[in-house]
């Protein structure tokens, strides 16, 4: 069912159901009424924080904090780590994966390669055709991405005030949503189907350096806004030509709800789907390596008959958010990957 019908069964007041519908559409490309968003909902309170059932939470020092710890958890049972070190290609011989081969050149040979990218980047761009059954090939095409979100990150001179609770108090330190009806939800969905980014966004919005002060100096902050709908399609024009218009819509919509975030700010970060593609790779942008739509979720991720971490080359394993569970700072799909790597070597 849809988020909206979901929160319907649970909750009478608007403004309450509006913010919970969002956790419905993040990553994807649906609006909150669209079926199967109720899903993408209970998707965001898997988990737990220290015992906390549905917890969210702070990494200290950034969300890298969280990959430098699992890092050195790894060294310091024996892992070598190399940064900076792009793959350009994964070596096949007879249907057996062998190594990979470094940008500029350098091979590396191994048991097992283990790809934490998404299937359009591993079979496509690092394999190709040849090496693939076509009925796979024809599954990793149809793999939906449609990246929906932009980011805009602000550093601040100082705190916002929100109009609705004036004052710098406990308020600022959660999460702060400009969600204010499953109308104005959905509405910025319909732009966003059209080809358009929305003009009133939704925004999730915090202010990491009130829980870390070590992510600013002294007095300053930083406001960082996850924001839908950005499609990564635009009907008209080209992310290069919209970036700033979409940063300025951003900007205005919060000004609306915090007066003084103009007269705060001293720069500004903005993110397309097309820029989140170019820096890290995720194809389309898609935050989670693709939607968390039915057809692709559980038995079906990223593709019926392969759901469990392994790919028709042998030795060659999926582990990253494009496998089930999917998307999210948790762990699990890599975890699971790992076991099953682990079988498969006998050990
Ligand atoms: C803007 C944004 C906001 C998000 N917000 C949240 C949130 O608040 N909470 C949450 O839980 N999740 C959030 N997510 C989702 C979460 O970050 C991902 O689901 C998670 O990081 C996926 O982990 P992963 O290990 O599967 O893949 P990734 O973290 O994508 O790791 C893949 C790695 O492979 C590297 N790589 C790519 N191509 C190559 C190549 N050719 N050679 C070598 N290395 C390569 C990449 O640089 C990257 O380091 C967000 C994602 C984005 C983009």
Same mark, same amino acid.
């Given at each position: 069912m849809s988020a909206a019908d979901f929160l319907d069964q649970w909750f009478e007041t608007d403004v +309450?159901? !509006?913010t919970m519908s969002a956790s419905g559409i993040i990553g994807t490309f649906l609006g909150v009424r669209s079926p199967g968003t109720a899903y993408v909902l209970l998707h965001h309170y898997m988990g737990e924080i220290d015992g906390a059932f549905r917890a969210w939470g702070f990494s200290r020092g950034g969300t890298g904090a969280i990959s430098n710890a699992i890092a050195a958890a790894a060294r310091e049972a024996g892992a070598e780590i190399r940064t900076q070190a792009g793959v350009e290609r994964i070596l096949v011989q007879n249907g057996r994966a062998i190594g990979?081969?470094?940008e500029g050149g350098e091979e590396i040979r191994a048991e097992v390669v283990s790809s934490s990218i998404d299937p359009r980047m591993t079979f496509e761009k690092m394999i190709g055709e040849r090496e693939l059954p076509g009925d796979f090939m024809e599954e990793v095409r149809r793999y939906k991405y449609r990246g929906s979100s932009g980011k805009v990150n602000l550093a601040?001179?100082?705190?916002p005030e929100f109009a609705a609770i004036p004052g710098t108090g406990r308020h600022l330190r959660g999460a702060i949503s400009?969600? %204010? !009806?499953?109308d104005y939800m959905e509405r910025a969905y319909d732009q966003a189907k059209y080809g358009e980014f929305s003009r009133r966004p939704y925004i999730d919005m915090v202010i990491p350096t009130l829980t870390d002060p070590s992510l600013a100096p002294p007095g300053k902050?930083? +406001?960082s806004c996850f924001v839908q709908y !950005? %499609?990564?399609n635009l009907k008209e024009g080209t992310w290069d030509d919209k970036r700033d218009e979409f940063g300025d819509t951003v900007v205005d919509t919060i000004a609306e709800y915090a007066p003084n975030i103009r007269s705060l700010i001293i720069g500004r970060q903005v993110l397309t789907p097309l820029d989140i593609e170019r820096s890290v790779g995720l194809s389309e942008g898609n935050i989670f390596q693709g939607e968390l739509s039915l057809e692709q979720l559980f038995f079906l991720r990223p593709m019926a008959g392969w759901a469990r971490y392994r790919t028709p080359i042998r030795r060659l394993y999926l582990s990253g958010s494009a496998t089930h569970p999917g998307g999210g700072i948790m762990g699990a799909p890599g975890r699971l990957a790992a076991l099953e790597? +682990?079988?498969d070597i006998g050990k």
């Open positions: +309450l159901k !509006a990979v081969v470094l601040l001179d100082g705190l400009v969600s %204010p !009806a499953v902050h930083v +406001l !950005a %499609p990564y790597i +682990l079988k």
